[in-house]
């Protein structure tokens, strides 16, 4: 009796568990999985149905055999571009924040991660509509080029022609968005505390001593650091990058606003397709699936690259 | 079908003159309306703020029927909203403001939009026959304001005003400069095809998307903002961002009027017409009200409200208001480009995935 006793409310977390999982999780994959076999009908919405189509249209578009389209691949490349290049930079930025502020006293460090935690409150539409009035033409950035003489001095040397070609500039003044750059800049920025929390606890696990002994030994702080440190905590670095890299596919506020269209990702094209005009909810889904199927695959390989790392 | 249509509204206006219904109706009307409202949509912002503080205010005035306004994001959205709060016996609004092709849209989902009986509404007739919706000889959209997608250019900027909308490809004019809608349905398309293909019948096949699709992805490189929501684009014309494009007449009006450097154009092939109706929902217990909030609408002293109030263009013969000169060329002008409401949707997924790769450059 004694031994039963504690298994019962085991067996009802374990149920709770497997609840939660299929209801939060298992059951609204399905419901898409299913939608995104569904019929669309044009100028009207979309029945249950089983076709292929929806994927069909992702890889070719709508109007094959007539003509091939790549688009929603384009899409998808724009997808993981952003999220990839925005998750490491926010990564190969916080390592040294993080790794230097190990190096400050408990109480420091307790005010950077109460500080970084606070400012994981600001939504991603709050994030993003400050980057915008910093990047606008009459209140941000480019009013300061104009103001302090930079965008005659660039017109002078040429430098706007370059910026120009760049896409970052109009014939009259520099101009930061729409661009890569500035979609780049935001999904980091967005990113960013999330990188400092999940890297604080591996990084202040390093221990001290194995540093001092290395410095002992004749190596340089960068030596250090790459054949030391970073090798002790390679793990989490790149599990961060993936995290951040997954959570970062989603983006759809940074994209709508900062990306041009020719460079809009996979998110953007969902919404408009389920909640856009044309109430395509079966070709959104596909496009999700997709979507999910593609972040699984590289969390996939991301997890052999870091479980068999070579050269060890 | 129309003929029949023809002669029953003729029948309307001579009981309606002859009763001069709906002035005494509505004064009657307070005494025996204690407790009667009406739940009515429209799009949340500036546009249902207007309404609630001049519309409502004078229905209720008249009729005594309290107006509980609800908003809308738009009018597909909408569309799923309300099939999916009818389908669970909900009523989310009796009346809805919705667009030609969702009311199309609605139709054809079926179980959304009930017909409107126009027999009811003795003052139809005001309405001009172009903004009555009417599908299969049945009516279920009423004309509630008309308005305008419009040149726009920043005065400050541009010295010469463009008198053609071929003028915005001139790349030596315009590099990276304009703002233009990134969604199809925003009729970018239709003046395309007026400019360039002879009208907006060019768009009726799919060579004629094509050809539309391909000059109109000539201007690629004079577009500096391909804006996805109606504010972001009045953002990027406030600030210097974009120095012309595509936007809405009234509120171009409304932008100069507070002081911004800007001005909506009528170029020579004009700009595209658009209009929303009233809808009535299936399944609303308030068709009484509905009725006579639609028959206050289409009053013309009800169209120079929202003209003056909010910028839209009437629904009725402006002649029939007492709009000035002045105020009607604040929100309607001449010549108005008609969208063909029916390619949107008969070939939607060809128009909209066209369109997308060419703004996608895919």
Not at chain 1, 109 to 132: H, N, P
Not at chain 1, 141 to 163: N, Y
């Amino acid at each position: 009796m004694r031994a039963t006793q504690p298994a019962i409310p085991f067996t009802v977390a374990r149920l709770f568990q497997k609840f939660v999982v299929l209801v939060l999780a298992v059951v609204p994959f399905l419901l898409v999985f299913a939608i995104s076999f569904g019929e669309k009908i044009e100028g009207a919405a979309w029945v249950w149905s089983f076709e292929l189509s929806n994927y069909k249209r992702f890889f070719v578009g709508a109007d094959y055999p007539n003509s091939v389209s790549f688009l929603y691949l384009k899409y998808l490349w724009y997808s993981i571009y952003y999220a990839l290049i925005a998750s490491i930079l926010a990564v190969a930025t916080a390592f040294p924040f993080v790794y230097l502020m190990t190096r400050l006293s408990r109480r420091v460090q307790t005010i950077w991660l109460v500080f970084f935690l606070c400012s994981l409150t600001f939504s991603e539409v709050f994030i993003v509509m400050g980057w915008d009035i910093l990047m606008s033409n009459r209140s941000g950035l480019p009013m300061l080029f104009k103001e302090s003489g930079l965008t005659d001095w660039l017109k002078q040397t040429g430098g706007l022609d370059i910026m120009r070609d760049w896409g970052l500039a109009t014939p009259r003044n520099v101009r930061f968005k729409p661009s890569e750059f500035a979609t780049i800049l935001t999904m980091t920025y967005l990113v960013w505390p999330y990188a400092v929390i999940l890297l604080y606890p591996p990084v202040s696990k390093i221990n001290n001593e194995i540093i001092e002994a290395a410095r002992t030994m004749g190596a340089r702080p960068a030596t250090v650091v790459r054949t030391v440190v970073l090798p002790m905590v390679r793990t989490p670095i790149v599990g961060t990058i993936l995290l951040l890299f997954v959570f970062l596919l989603g983006a759809y506020v940074t994209v709508a606003v900062f990306a041009e269209p020719a460079k809009h990702t996979l998110s953007i094209s969902v919404y408009e397709a389920v909640r856009g005009a044309t109430l395509n909810a079966p070709f959104g889904s596909a496009q999700a699936v997709i979507l999910l199927l593609t972040a699984a695959a590289i969390l996939f390989f991301g997890r052999r690259f870091v479980s068999h790392p070579e050269g060890r | 079908m129309s003929k029949t249509t023809f002669t029953r509204r003729n029948l309307l206006k001579t009981s309606a003159s002859l009763g001069v219904m709906a002035g005494t109706g509505l004064l009657v009307a307070p005494a025996l309306a204690q407790n009667r409202s009406i739940k009515i949509g429209s799009y949340g912002g500036y546009f249902e703020d207007s309404l609630k503080s001049h519309v409502y205010p004078a229905f209720t005035e008249a009729t005594g029927i309290a107006v509980e306004s609800v908003t809308q994001p738009d009018s597909t959205s909408w569309l799923q909203t309300m099939s999916q709060a009818i389908s669970a016996g909900n009523v989310p609004a009796d009346l809805s403001m919705h667009t030609p092709v969702n009311i199309i849209k609605g139709q054809r989902l079926g179980g959304i939009l009930a017909p409107i009986d126009p027999r009811r509404i003795p003052t139809l007739d005001n309405v001009e026959v172009n903004f009555l919706h009417r599908a299969d000889g049945r009516l279920l959209g009423v004309g509630a304001l008309s308005f305008y997608y419009s040149m726009v250019v920043n005065t400050d900027e541009v010295d010469m005003r463009p008198k053609s909308w071929a003028d915005f490809w001139d790349t030596g004019r315009f590099e990276a400069s304009l703002g233009l809608p990134k969604n199809v349905n925003f009729k970018f398309l239709d003046i395309v095809a007026a400019t360039f293909l002879g009208g907006t019948d060019a768009l009726r096949s799919h060579e004629g998307i094509v050809a539309a699709v391909e000059k109109a992805a000539e201007i690629h490189p004079n577009v500096a903002l391909w804006y996805t929501g109606e504010s972001q684009m009045e953002q990027a014309l406030k600030n210097f961002d974009v120095i012309g494009g595509m936007y809405f007449h009234d509120v171009a009006g409304l932008m100069a009027a507070d002081g911004h450097p800007i001005a909506s154009i009528f170029p020579k092939e004009g700009n595209v017409i658009d209009f929303n109706s009233w809808t009535l929902s299936e399944g609303s217990q308030k068709q009484d009200e509905a009725y006579e909030f639609m028959a206050f609408s289409c009053l013309p002293e009800t169209q120079a409200i929202m003209s003056r109030k909010i910028g839209t263009a009437p629904v009725v013969d402006a002649a029939k208001t007492d709009l000035t000169p002045e105020e009607l060329a604040a929100v309607a002008g001449t010549p108005a480009i008609h969208s063909p409401y029916e390619v949107y949707l008969d070939d939607e997924t060809f128009i909209t995935e066209t369109w997308d790769r060419m703004v996608a450059k895919a």
